[in-house]
């Protein structure tokens, strides 16, 4: 299961929840606060959340082109086979 593209956007999704959250978090007590240090980090995992789902969508294109190209390789394989079997 691990493998799986809805196990890799399940993990992902939950990641940018929480990243999202502890941001919000983070900078809302800095303001309240005054402390500005709190507020930066708070921007810090906001842009880190973001991060993450660009990485994620990168990784999901990857391993499309990758799941295209064995299913080309597959095609040429057997149509070798073909070939070599006459």
Do not use: H, K
């Amino acid at each position: 299961m691990r493998g799986t593209p809805a196990f890799s956007r399940t993990l992902t999704v939950i990641a940018v929840a929480l990243l999202t959250f502890d941001g919000a978090a983070l900078a809302a007590l800095g303001l309240v606060s005054g402390r500005t240090m709190l507020v930066l980090v708070g921007l810090v995992f906001f842009l880190s959340a973001g991060i993450v789902m660009l990485y994620w969508r990168w990784y999901s294109r990857t391993l499309r082109a990758i799941a295209a190209e064995r299913a080309t390789l597959a095609e040429e394989a057997n149509t070798l086979q073909d070939v070599q079997s006459l």
